[in-house]
C-alpha cells in the first residue's frame, strides 16, 4: 500500500488567562478542529510538537472509520 503525503495549515497563537496574562500557547488545525484538532503547551515549540500528534491522531481516525 502506497503511503500518502497530507499537508495541514496550523494556528500556533500565544494565548492568555482571563487576566490578559500571559499562559502558554494555543496551537490548532482550522481544517480539523471540529474534529478535536486543537491543543496547548507552555512553549511554542511544544505547542507544534503537539498539534503535530493531534492532527495525525485525527486523520487516522477519520480514515480508519472511512475503512470500516
Do not use: Q
Request: aromatic content about 8%; charged content about 20%.
Amino acid at each position: 500500500m502506497a503511503m500518502k503525503t497530507y499537508n495541514f495549515r496550523v494556528v500556533v497563537e500565544p494565548d492568555e488567562d482571563f487576566d490578559g496574562n500571559p499562559a502558554g500557547w494555543h496551537a490548532y488545525c482550522p481544517l480539523l478542529e471540529e474534529h478535536g484538532a486543537s491543543t496547548w503547551a507552555a512553549t511554542e515549540t511544544e505547542a507544534l510538537v503537539n498539534i503535530n500528534n493531534v492532527v495525525r491522531m485525527v486523520v487516522e481516525s477519520m480514515l480508519g472509520a472511512c475503512r470500516r
